[in-house]
């Protein structure tokens, strides 16, 4: 298996990386963005849509760039890196995915003009209402719910998941544990279009396009577990103890050494799932992202609370970036099912294996 990337991948790595260095730069530009409405950069926004990273996944005929979950994945791990707040992931991978699968426009998105929010989880009900489908309920938290044109919605109809859009519900907003914007989203009678056939079972639709998202953030998660380990590694050369560089004692280095050893675990995992999810097996796709989000939630965990403790008491302050990244690192391990919801489902699979192997 070729981990490589080719030169067309290191290109738009290298644009993506360009773009998001002029305006997070520091740890300043995401504190400047996330301090109001809507959390996050609306000009950044629209100048990754005139480069075409928002219709990177999406099919050339729906407007888009065909791009694979490794493309994807590169533009992820750079916004990773620098903690972009613009919402990549949950607007253009999974609901800009959920409409491109049901042949919905997603020009809009691609155009950075149309902001999508996923309404996923129990607690929406839908329901035909003469000639017309309404839903009852509500969820939180939704992602960027608040300033989102557009919910994408899965509710049970007939006792199975069916997808929904709608431009209505009742929102009010809050900040999340990293800066973000949630909100709560509450349904009463309020009308929506289906999409696709409401009375069919849409689990399968919807499993596998969060498993292309929770690929994504294991990628996002890479980026900031590699810049945590960055600073660390230059905290440890930089500031000196006792007439050394902390650097050059023994616990420190080693302690340093288990974080590169976790990120390259994770780093091998997410990679192989996205190669996974590019040949196109649904089943295997839906499998390989629970273990890249199994992995990049224990190394994530791991280099967060490590890049932490050895970098002392600056560590633990508001002022100082480090801590921003064990707070995204700590939110990403807790989208779309933590460590625990991942580790059950595929101990809940081990019995079909006739041997484990680790890497499928």
Request: with cysteine; aromatic share 6%.
């Amino acid at each position: 298996m070729d981990f490589d990337h080719t030169d067309e991948q290191r290109a738009l790595r290298d644009a993506v990386r360009g773009l998001l260095s002029k305006t997070y730069a520091t740890i300043d530009g995401r504190r400047e963005a996330t301090a109001g409405d809507p959390g996050f950069d609306e000009g950044m926004w629209s100048r990754l849509a005139e480069m075409g990273v928002l219709g990177l996944p999406f099919p050339e005929e729906a407007g888009g760039m065909g791009a694979g979950p490794v493309e994807v994945g590169l533009v992820a791990e750079e916004m990773g890196r620098v903690l972009a707040p613009e919402p990549f992931v949950e607007a253009v991978v999974l609901c800009g995915g959920l409409l491109a699968r049901a042949g919905a426009d997603v020009s809009g998105i691609a155009e950075g003009v149309v902001l999508p929010a996923y309404v996923g989880g129990p607690g929406v009900a839908a329901r035909c209402d003469g000639d017309r489908w309404v839903l009852d309920g509500s969820v939180s938290p939704v992602l960027n719910g608040a300033r989102a044109d557009l919910l994408v919605v899965v509710a049970e109809a007939g006792g199975t998941p069916a997808l929904f859009t709608t431009a209505q519900g009742e929102r009010t907003s809050f900040s999340t544990y990293d800066g973000g914007r949630a909100a709560r989203v509450t349904f009463d009678g309020t009308a929506a279009e289906p999409l696709g056939d409401p009375t069919a079972d849409a689990t399968g639709t919807i499993e596998y396009a969060r498993a292309r998202a929770r690929v994504a953030y294991a990628h996002e998660a890479l980026g900031a577990m590699e810049r945590a380990l960055e600073m660390t590694r230059d905290h440890l050369r930089d500031r000196h103890q006792f007439g050394k560089p902390l650097s050059a004692f023994q616990n420190l280095a080693f302690r340093a050494s288990d974080m590169y050893v976790s990120l390259e675990l994770a780093r091998s995992t997410v990679l192989w799932a996205s190669m996974v999810l590019a040949d196109g097996d649904e089943a295997e796709g839906i499998e390989a992202a629970s273990r890249a989000k199994l992995r990049a939630a224990e190394s994530g965990r791991h280099i967060g609370q490590e890049a932490i403790q050895l970098h002392g008491g600056i560590g633990l302050t508001m002022e100082y970036q480090v801590g921003h990244y064990a707070m995204r690192l700590t939110t990403i391990e807790h989208l779309l099912g933590d460590r625990r919801h991942h580790l059950a489902r595929l101990a809940a699979a081990v019995g079909g294996h006739r041997t484990v192997d680790p890497l499928r």
